[in-house]
């Protein structure tokens, strides 16, 4: 019995240290995208006060 208990313990184990490389790397991702839709927020104020610049020539 002794025997299976390591052996469950030992498959179980690897398992829970894969989880948290993914959670970090799904907080990686979710941050990029944030910060693109940041960034393309930001960029369409310029693009809008630009065109306005180009209407008055």
Known sequence: M??????????TQPV????APTKKRKWR????LRDKF???KELR????SLEYMLDEF
């Open 38 to 40: 940041q960034l393309e």
């Open 2 to 11: 002794d025997n299976s208990n390591q052996i469950l313990e030992s498959v």
């Open 29 to 32: 991702e979710i941050e990029s």
């Open 16 to 19: 829970n240290n894969r989880t």
């Open 45 to 48: 104020i310029y693009d809008d």
